[in-house]
């Protein structure tokens, strides 16, 4: 069984550090001028939510 442990917390360890390799660039906010500015701008912010939930950097 302790073997079995081990297996698990290396395989842990190998997928905090992959989480931490990674970091994604989303595009750049628009100046806002209308509905459809504001839609992207919520879009970026509502894209780089998902992302750190899922254990992954958002360049900022």
Known sequence: MKVMQIKVELAWEAWQASREAIEI??????????????GHNCA?????????????????
């Open 25 to 38: 660039k989303l595009d750049d906010k628009v100046m806002v001028e209308d509905e459809f500015d504001k």
């Open 44 to 60: 970026i912010d509502y894209c780089a939510d998902a992302i750190r939930a899922a254990g992954i950097k958002v360049k900022e």
